[in-house]
T-cell receptor
Framework: AQSVTQPDIHITVSEGASLELRCNYSYGATPYLFWYVQSPGQGLQLLLKYFSGDTLVQGIKGFEAEFKRSQSSFNLRKPSVHWSDAAEYFCAVGGDTNAGKSTFGDGTTLTVKP | KAGVTQTPRYLIKTRGQQVTLSCSPISGHRSVSWYQQTPGQGLQFLFEYFSETQRNKGNFPGRFSGRQFSNSRSEMNVSTLELGDSALYLC???????????FGPGTRLTVL
C-alpha cells in the first residue's frame, strides 16, 4: 500500500526566511513523488516532480525538493519565502503500478508573517 | 494550452438527489482521475479512466460512478446524495496515467 505522511500540520515562517516542509512516503516499488500547492477554494498546482535521476529537483516559484531513498523522504525547500507563498502544500506519491492514482498527505498549511 | 476545466464550479443539492460533474482534460491527455477533498478525510482517489475504460478505483461506494468519452472528457455521477458527500471534487488529467497530473479548479458540492 502507498501512503504519505506530512508531520507538520501548520508552519509559520517570517517573510524572507527559509522554508522546509517535510514529507515521508511508503511505496512498494519505485515511487513517483510530487509536491502541489493549493490556495483556498482552488485546485492543486504542481510545484515539482521526481521520477528518476538527479535526486535534487527544481520546481516553479523557486522551490526545490530532495529525494532521499534511504529515509523515504521528499522534503520541499525554499531559501526565501514570500508572502504570496502562504497556502496549503501537499506531498503525493504515485508510481508505475497504480494507474492514475496519487496518494496524498494531509497537507501542511503555511502562514507567512510580515 | 488550455488547462483542465470542470463544470459546474458550484452545486447545491438535497439529500437523495443525484448529480453529474464534468471534466475536460488538457488536450492530448488521455487519462482522467477524480478525487474527493474534504476537511476530515483529505484528498481521496475515486477512480481513473483511460481510453474510455476505468482502470483504477478507490474505496468508494457504488453510488459514485464515472465514464469517459472518446474525446477524453469525463463525467462523474453521484446518486442518492448523502450529507457526507459534500466536498470539493477535483479532476486531474495526465498523458497516460503514469505522469504528473494537472488538476482542475474543482466542483464544490454542497448537500443539504
Amino acid at each position: 500500500a502507498q501512503s504519505v505522511t506530512q508531520p507538520d500540520i501548520h508552519i509559520t515562517v517570517s517573510e524572507g526566511a527559509s522554508l522546509e516542509l517535510r514529507c515521508n512516503y511508503s511505496y512498494g516499488a519505485t515511487p513517483y513523488l510530487f509536491w502541489y500547492v493549493q490556495s483556498p477554494g482552488q485546485g492543486l498546482q504542481l510545484l515539482l516532480k521526481y521520477f528518476s535521476g538527479d535526486t535534487l529537483v527544481q520546481g516553479i516559484k523557486g522551490f526545490e525538493a530532495e529525494f532521499k531513498r534511504s529515509q523515504s523522504s521528499f522534503n520541499l525547500r525554499k531559501p526565501s519565502v514570500h508572502w504570496s507563498d502562504a497556502a496549503e502544500y501537499f506531498c503525493a506519491v504515485g508510481g508505475d503500478t497504480n494507474a492514475g492514482k496519487s496518494t496524498f498527505g494531509d497537507g501542511t498549511t503555511l502562514t507567512v508573517k510580515p | 494550452k488550455a488547462g483542465v476545466t470542470q463544470t459546474p464550479r458550484y452545486l447545491i443539492k438535497t439529500r437523495g438527489q443525484q448529480v453529474t460533474l464534468s471534466c475536460s482534460p488538457i488536450s492530448g491527455h488521455r487519462s482522467v482521475s477524480w478525487y474527493q477533498q474534504t476537511p476530515g478525510q483529505g484528498l481521496q482517489f475515486l477512480f481513473e479512466y483511460f481510453s474510455e475504460t476505468q482502470r483504477n478505483k478507490g474505496n468508494f461506494p457504488g453510488r459514485f460512478s464515472g465514464r469517459q468519452f472518446s474525446n477524453s472528457r469525463s463525467e462523474m455521477n453521484v446518486s442518492t446524495l448523502e450529507l457526507g458527500d459534500s466536498a470539493l471534487y477535483l479532476c486531474a488529467s495526465s498523458l497516460n496515467g503514469y505522469n504528473e497530473q494537472f488538476f482542475g479548479p474543482g466542483t464544490r458540492l454542497t448537500v443539504l
